[in-house]
């Protein structure tokens, strides 16, 4: 309906005012909760055609409109918002087409296909609760964005080489050098990470001392024989040496078991995995062709620069005095690969907003080296996760592991599923199948439903309470459904595939039928506005909304049985619309709770 009311409105704007207007240029969007009525036509971009005040060009194409469309029972004009009505007969219609509506993906205008990069974790440390919502964010965009017709690639850059790398071989080398995560009786993943923190303890204490014997704390920091060792081992590993590559891929081998693992647990995959260590040298290459053609500077010491005076910026490191790659560097390898093997119509990257900086120079050093397609590249930054005692620091080791968070919100599902007593007649191995997938679904709703572009405090414990905008109540509101459904079929009743046209809807009942109705509104400006938090929020409201309604009107009690089946094919299609919203963030919804 949306697309139709473009098209009619942009055909009366011409046969009213004889004015050209694009229909993408057309605003139709739910209308706000304040007012009564259910689509709203945005009128003030169309006034600069119509030459009338917003008021008079709203009511003027809502005469039009009522004349095109009869099922519009009325319309009402507030300043320049048109907001439309439909009738009951209408709206019982959509609930008979609601099956097809969400059985296929979008059919977009301009179909693209579309790289979209998230994970990208270091091989130095496991994935931490700042992972997490990365993961989730790209997990959820991906299915989100193929929901709406696009061809996705789901790609994964591991960050497997430079001096942060370095630190943890350096510190497996200084304190457990025969050590193995088997010997420690830990995952790969945190096996490496705590060495990573032990370097980094060590290296702290060495630039103390040496601070106190009267060097600057930058001249600490350089001098550390701690860091010194580790800058050694990276220029070693980018000369090829065989035994730090030896040490390096053992202890990467360790991380990816490790990493495995835990993306496992959190349902995330990958279509394509790329790895630093590939392409750092493709970056290189591409920025001493810059430095040959004079796009970039060398400096005295040797370091590679760009210079960013006329965007309005510094100047940029590429190559450092000894040789060695920076981070923009091997980005701009990986970029240049990637449109070279699948020339994306567009390249999203998930990564946190503290990185907006290297994302912009990044989209300006690749405009410079005449890569046409930057601009196709877009920096999907995302707020920083913080709990409620503060910031985390993976320095330190103060951070929130991603596996231990998954073991306490198991812990916290099982006791609140317990106390609800609903799970008496499954077995063990089915119950603690059904605690994995309300905690999941817990943490996975309470990081996707805040706009990504906001930073978020996460509470566990808040996350799974049954009541509330919270998975578990999602998840909840579909088991309940479910449970309905099971027990007509006992009752010999089915869920019809249509309804009978004489149905009286009360207004609860269309209130529900109309939010199923936004389904294709909600999945396709989730896309546009790359925000999973339109989904999560659109399922919450249906899932309140589907509560009230049970508490106050009977569905296998209903007065007759066309109500009774009316009644039972609205409620099916707001379990299937929960449960296919919910898929698309990434979460399972389980018959029973």
Same mark, same amino acid.
């Given at each position: 309906?949306?697309?139709?009311?473009?098209?009619?409105?942009?055909?009366?704007? $011409?046969?009213?005012?004889?004015?050209?207007?694009?229909?993408?240029?057309?605003?139709?969007?739910?209308?706000?909760?304040?007012?009564?009525?259910?689509?709203?036509?945005?009128?003030?971009?169309?006034?600069?055609?119509?030459?009338?005040?917003?008021?008079?060009?709203?009511?003027?194409?809502?005469?039009?409109?009522?004349?095109?469309?009869?099922?519009?029972?009325?319309?009402?004009?507030?300043?320049?918002?048109?907001?439309?009505?439909?009738?009951?007969?209408?709206?019982?219609?959509?609930?008979?087409?609601?099956?097809?509506?969400?059985?296929?993906?979008?059919?977009?205008?301009?179909?693209?296909?579309?790289?979209?990069?998230?994970?990208?974790?270091?091989?130095?440390?496991?994935?931490?609760?700042?992972?997490?919502?990365?993961?989730?964010?790209?997990?959820?965009?991906?299915?989100?964005?193929?929901?709406?017709?696009?061809?996705?690639?789901?790609?994964?850059?591991?960050?497997?080489?430079?001096?942060?790398?370095?630190?943890?071989?350096?510190?497996?080398?200084?304190?457990?050098?025969?050590?193995?995560?088997?010997?420690?009786?830990? $995952?790969?993943?945190?096996?490496?990470?705590?060495?990573?923190? $032990?370097?980094?303890?060590?290296?702290?204490?060495?630039?103390?001392?040496?601070?106190?014997?009267?060097?600057?704390?930058?001249?600490?920091?350089?001098?550390?024989?701690?860091?010194?060792?580790?800058?050694?081992?990276?220029?070693?590993?980018?000369?090829?040496?065989?035994?730090?590559?030896?040490?390096?891929?053992?202890?990467?081998?360790?991380?990816?078991?490790?990493?495995?693992?835990?993306?496992?647990?959190?349902?995330?995959?990958?279509?394509?995995?790329?790895?630093?260590?590939?392409?750092?040298?493709?970056?290189?290459?591409?920025?001493?062709?810059?430095?040959?053609?004079?796009?970039?500077?060398?400096?005295?010491?040797?370091?590679?620069?760009?210079?960013?005076?006329?965007?309005?910026?510094?100047?940029?490191?590429?190559?450092?005095?000894?040789?060695?790659?920076?981070?923009?560097?091997?980005?701009?390898?990986?970029?240049?690969?990637?449109?070279?093997?699948?020339?994306?119509?567009?390249?999203?990257?998930?990564?946190?907003?503290?990185?907006?900086?290297?994302?912009?120079?990044?989209?300006?050093?690749?405009?410079?080296?005449?890569?046409?397609?930057?601009?196709?590249?877009?920096?999907?930054?995302?707020?920083?996760?913080?709990?409620?005692?503060?910031?985390?620091?993976?320095?330190?080791?103060?951070?929130?592991?991603?596996?231990?968070?998954?073991?306490?919100?198991?812990?916290?599902?099982?006791?609140?599923?317990?106390?609800?007593?609903?799970?008496?007649?499954?077995?063990?191995?089915?119950?603690?199948?059904?605690?994995?997938?309300?905690?999941?679904?817990?943490?996975?709703?309470?990081?996707?439903?805040?706009?990504?572009?906001?930073?978020?405090?996460?509470?566990?414990?808040?996350?799974?309470?049954?009541?509330?905008?919270?998975?578990?109540?999602?998840?909840?509101?579909?088991?309940?459904?479910?449970?309905?459904?099971?027990?007509?079929?006992?009752?010999?009743?089915?869920?019809?595939?249509?309804?009978?046209?004489?149905?009286?809807?009360?207004? $609860?009942?269309?209130?529900?039928?109309?939010?199923?109705?936004?389904?294709?509104?909600?999945?396709?400006?989730?896309?546009?506005?790359?925000?999973?938090?339109?989904?999560?929020?659109?399922?919450?409201?249906?899932?309140?909304?589907?509560?009230?309604?049970?508490?106050?009107?009977?569905?296998?009690?209903?007065?007759?049985?066309?109500?009774?089946?009316?009644?039972?094919?609205?409620?099916?299609?707001?379990?299937?619309?929960?449960?296919?919203?919910?898929?698309?963030?990434?979460?399972?919804?389980?018959?029973?709770?």
């Amino acid at each position: 309906m949306r697309k139709s009311l473009k098209k009619a409105t942009a055909k009366g704007m $011409k046969e009213i005012y004889g004015a050209d207007v694009a229909p993408d240029i057309i605003q139709v969007q739910r209308t706000k909760s304040e007012f009564s009525a259910d689509l709203t036509i945005v009128v003030f971009p169309l006034v600069k055609y119509s030459r009338k005040k917003p008021e008079n060009t709203a009511n003027d194409i809502g005469v039009y409109l009522k004349h095109v469309f009869p099922d519009i029972s009325s319309y009402h004009v507030i300043k320049g918002f048109l907001n439309l009505s439909f009738s009951s007969e209408f709206w019982l219609q959509q609930l008979n087409s609601h099956s097809r509506a969400i059985q296929n993906a979008l059919v977009p205008e301009s179909k693209m296909k579309i790289m979209i990069e998230y994970s990208s974790p270091n091989t130095n440390k496991p994935l931490h609760l700042g992972h997490i919502r990365n993961n989730f964010i790209g997990d959820a965009m991906s299915r989100i964005v193929k929901a709406n017709g696009h061809d996705v690639i789901r790609v994964n850059l591991i960050n497997d080489r430079g001096i942060h790398i370095c630190k943890s071989m350096q510190a497996y080398l200084n304190f457990d050098p025969d050590g193995s995560p088997e010997k420690s009786g830990l $995952k790969g993943d945190k096996y490496v990470g705590e060495l990573y923190v $032990k370097f980094e303890n060590t290296y702290k204490s060495e630039i103390d001392k040496l601070k106190k014997e009267g060097l600057s704390e930058e001249e600490a920091k350089k001098q550390a024989p701690g860091m010194q060792k580790a800058r050694a081992l990276l220029k070693k590993w980018e000369e090829g040496d065989d035994k730090v590559i030896a040490l390096w891929e053992k202890m990467n081998n360790w991380v990816y078991k490790g990493f495995d693992t835990t993306y496992q647990r959190m349902g995330i995959e990958f279509d394509q995995l790329n790895h630093e260590s590939k392409t750092y040298k493709k970056g290189r290459s591409i920025v001493l062709k810059g430095l040959e053609d004079g796009i970039f500077y060398e400096k005295d010491d040797h370091s590679v620069w760009a210079d960013l005076g006329d965007e309005g910026l510094d100047e940029k490191i590429l190559i450092r005095s000894d040789g060695t790659s920076v981070y923009i560097t091997q980005d701009i390898g990986t970029a240049v690969e990637r449109f070279e093997k699948y020339n994306p119509d567009k390249h999203i990257y998930v990564v946190g907003n503290e990185q907006n900086y290297h994302f912009q120079v990044l989209k300006i050093l690749l405009k410079k080296l005449g890569y046409d397609w930057a601009d196709k590249i877009e920096h999907m930054s995302y707020g920083m996760v913080e709990l409620p005692e503060g910031k985390m620091k993976s320095r330190e080791g103060k951070v929130v592991d991603a596996d231990d968070l998954m073991d306490e919100m198991f812990q916290t599902s099982k006791s609140m599923s317990s106390e609800l007593g609903k799970l008496s007649d499954l077995t063990d191995e089915q119950k603690n199948g059904v605690y994995e997938t309300i905690a999941m679904g817990a943490l996975k709703y309470f990081i996707l439903k805040i706009d990504p572009r906001k930073n978020m405090v996460f509470n566990p414990e808040e996350s799974v309470d049954f009541n509330g905008n919270t998975g578990p109540f999602i998840q909840y509101t579909h088991a309940r459904i479910r449970s309905v459904v099971r027990k007509a079929e006992k009752m010999n009743i089915r869920v019809p595939r249509l309804i009978s046209e004489d149905i009286r809807a009360n207004e $609860k009942e269309l209130d529900l039928i109309k939010l199923l109705y936004h389904y294709n509104m909600v999945l396709k400006d989730a896309a546009d506005e790359m925000d999973p938090g339109l989904i999560a929020n659109y399922a919450f409201e249906l899932a309140k909304e589907f509560n009230q309604y049970y508490h106050e009107y009977s569905i296998l009690k209903a007065e007759n049985g066309n109500l009774l089946q009316f009644r039972l094919m609205l409620a099916y299609h707001v379990g299937e619309t929960l449960k296919l919203m919910m898929s698309y963030l990434g979460i399972q919804v389980p018959e029973k709770m």
